[in-house]
């Protein structure tokens, strides 16, 4: 799993920052991986959206496509993603030629996103904080996150 990039981080900077992810997200696997420098450019919705240049949220003055829902809510984020090709699907399986995302939901509302990688691991953005590669997508489910509920799929390109 990974980008096969290292990060510029000592070991004990790398230390800290695996424990600090770990706390977090206490079901990450031993083989997670920080893949990424913080960043507060972009959040994990734009992260599974592959656009590192904004923020992505419906409301405020974030990036939301123009023609999604400006609201917090599941049938939003499907539409927002439909706008990239994007449709509902029945699970997270690896299918080759296809790109899948997933959304979490905690009491109804949309909290995060993780996407799919071409080899079937997960990667997801982490607030402000790092881009981490993970081996499931219910690996960053809980308290913080809430529930991986909802698949979406498109081709690849």
């Known amino acids: 799993m990974g980008t096969g990039t290292p ?3 000592s070991q004990l900077e790398m230390s800290a920052a695996r424990a600090a992810v770990q706390l977090g997200f206490p079901s990450l696997a031993d083989d997670f991986q920080i893949t ?3 960043t507060p450019e972009y959040n994990c919705i734009a992260w599974a959206a592959q ?3 904004q923020w992505w949220w419906p409301l405020g003055l974030s990036y ?3 023609n999604a829902p400006r609201k917090e809510t599941l049938d939003a984020f ?3 993603f439909g706008t990239l090709g994007y449709s509902p699907c029945p699970n997270g399986d690896l299918e080759e ?3 899948k995302v997933v959304v979490y939901l905690s009491n109804g509302v949309p909290m995060h996103m993780a996407r799919q990688l071409p080899g079937g691991a997960w990667t997801s953005k982490l ?3 790092w881009d981490i590669g993970h081996s499931l997508p219910e690996e960053v489910s809980g308290q913080a996150y809430g529930l991986a509920v909802q698949y979406l799929s498109r081709p690849r390109a």
Do not use: C, V
């Open 78 to 80: 499907i539409a927002a």
């Open 97 to 99: 030629g296809t790109e």
């Open 64 to 66: 939301w496509p123009q």
């Open 7 to 9: 990060l510029p981080l």
């Open 51 to 53: 656009d590192t240049s």
């Open 127 to 129: 607030g402000k904080s």
């Open 36 to 38: 990424s420098q913080k």
